[in-house]
């Protein structure tokens, strides 16, 4: 890994000080006079060392491997960090997070990366809700659908397919299960919002009035009937297994931050827990390279289906 290749400038924060860097007075280790992870243009670098440092005591606190997460974006993301939290070294900004559990939960939600929103890539859900549920639901008449969303953040993803399916199929059994890593977001999950406005952007109106209810003029939660369809719970996509069997998985915008290495094992654990003709959701800005050999068929941009 290069340590110049990946910085982040922390002029924006300097007034003046020694070498021109004065950590401000609400910084976290206002008090040490390390330095180390800064450049001769006081920009925030990474070297080998630091980066293994961290990414030790992540798989320590969170569990979490950091080598499989894709390295510039990584290192982009940890060097703004550090900048924002005006921090005086990898050092310190370490050993911080192994005493402050607040600290820690910020730094997992900021490298995770839970941007999310309802109807996200609105073509991709109106394709969902006019070929691939019908077809889905067709396949077992009578029957509930069963989904998972994988990486669902802040719960965006799982409502509003709990709002297609009780629009298409009330009185069926829907049993959707939603899962991320972060403990944080899926608190807001399970809690059924509440939903900026801004969150909703996407969402047709129509199905805003079937499954939120409205808590002042910007904020929204989810009506009891699509929060008790949604099991939430922790799942690390690279390394937890499920023997639990699905008729459609969306794992959408997540894969997109791993490395390339590390994607087939990922999308081999979708398709284990597909059935045989489920449907495999993925991001927009997202494909399969060697889904044939994986057991998928293309359908759409976005869409796989799971042969076996
Ligand atoms: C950008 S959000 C995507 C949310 C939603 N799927 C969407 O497309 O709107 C990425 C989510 O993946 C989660 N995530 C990142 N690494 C993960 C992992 N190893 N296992 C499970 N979830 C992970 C993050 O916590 C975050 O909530």
């Given at each position: 890994m290069?340590?110049?290749?990946?910085?982040?400038?922390?002029?924006?924060?300097?007034s003046?000080?020694?070498?021109?860097?004065?950590?401000?007075?609400s910084?976290l280790?206002e008090n040490?006079?390390l330095?180390?992870?800064?450049?001769?243009?006081?920009?925030?670098?990474?070297?080998?060392d630091?980066?293994?440092?961290?990414?030790?005591?992540?798989?320590?606190?969170?569990?979490?491997?950091?080598?499989?997460y894709?390295?510039q974006q990584?290192?982009r993301?940890?060097?703004?960090l550090l900048?924002?939290?005006?921090a005086?070294?990898w050092?310190?900004?370490v050993?911080?997070l192994?005493?402050d559990?607040v600290?820690?939960?910020?730094?997992?939600?900021?490298?995770?990366?839970?941007?999310?929103?309802?109807?996200?890539?609105?073509?991709?859900?109106?394709f969902?809700?006019s070929?691939?549920?019908?077809?889905?639901m067709?396949?077992?008449?009578?029957?509930?659908?069963?989904?998972?969303s994988v990486?669902?953040?802040?719960?965006a993803?799982?409502?509003?397919?709990?709002?297609?399916?009780?629009?298409?199929?009330?009185?069926?059994?829907?049993?959707?299960w939603a899962?991320?890593?972060d403990?944080?977001?899926l608190?807001?999950?399970k809690?059924?919002?509440?939903?900026f406005?801004?969150?909703?952007?996407?969402?047709?109106?129509?199905?805003?009035q079937?499954?939120?209810?409205?808590?002042?003029?910007q904020?929204?939660t989810?009506?009891?009937a699509m929060k008790?369809m949604?099991e939430?719970?922790?799942?690390?996509?690279?390394?937890?297994e499920?023997?639990?069997?699905?008729?459609?998985?969306m794992?959408?915008?997540?894969?997109?931050?791993?490395?390339t290495e590390?994607?087939?094992?990922?999308?081999?654990?979708?398709?284990?827990?597909?059935?045989?003709?489920?449907i495999?959701f993925i991001?927009s800005?997202?494909?399969?390279?060697?889904?044939?050999q994986l057991?998928?068929?293309?359908?759409?941009p976005s869409?796989?289906?799971?042969?076996?």
């Amino acid at each position: 890994m290069n340590s110049n290749k990946f910085t982040s400038s922390v002029q924006s924060r300097t007034s003046s000080g020694a070498a021109g860097v004065k950590p401000a007075a609400s910084s976290l280790f206002e008090n040490s006079t390390l330095f180390k992870g800064l450049n001769d243009n006081k920009q925030w670098t990474i070297s080998n060392d630091n980066y293994k440092l961290l990414r030790d005591a992540i798989m320590d606190l969170l569990d979490l491997d950091l080598n499989h997460y894709r390295t510039q974006q990584m290192e982009r993301r940890l060097t703004t960090l550090l900048e924002r939290r005006h921090a005086t070294s990898w050092q310190a900004y370490v050993a911080n997070l192994r005493r402050d559990s607040v600290e820690l939960d910020y730094f997992q939600e900021f490298i995770t990366i839970n941007v999310s929103s309802f109807y996200r890539d609105a073509d991709k859900w109106d394709f969902l809700r006019s070929k691939i549920l019908p077809e889905l639901m067709a396949a077992k008449p009578m029957q509930g659908i069963n989904g998972w969303s994988v990486g669902c953040s802040i719960g965006a993803e799982v409502y509003t397919l709990s709002m297609l399916l009780t629009e298409k199929a009330p009185n069926r059994r829907h049993a959707l299960w939603a899962t991320d890593i972060d403990a944080r977001v899926l608190e807001r999950a399970k809690a059924g919002g509440p939903y900026f406005q801004n969150e909703l952007r996407e969402l047709p109106s129509e199905l805003v009035q079937l499954g939120m209810n409205p808590v002042s003029s910007q904020l929204l939660t989810m009506k009891p009937a699509m929060k008790s369809m949604v099991e939430f719970g922790k799942f690390n996509l690279l390394k937890d297994e499920t023997t639990r069997k699905f008729d459609l998985v969306m794992c959408r915008n997540v894969v997109i931050y791993f490395t390339t290495e590390v994607k087939p094992q990922v999308y081999q654990r979708m398709a284990r827990a597909l059935r045989p003709g489920g449907i495999l959701f993925i991001g927009s800005t997202e494909t399969i390279a060697n889904y044939q050999q994986l057991g998928f068929d293309y359908i759409a941009p976005s869409f796989y289906r799971f042969i076996g």
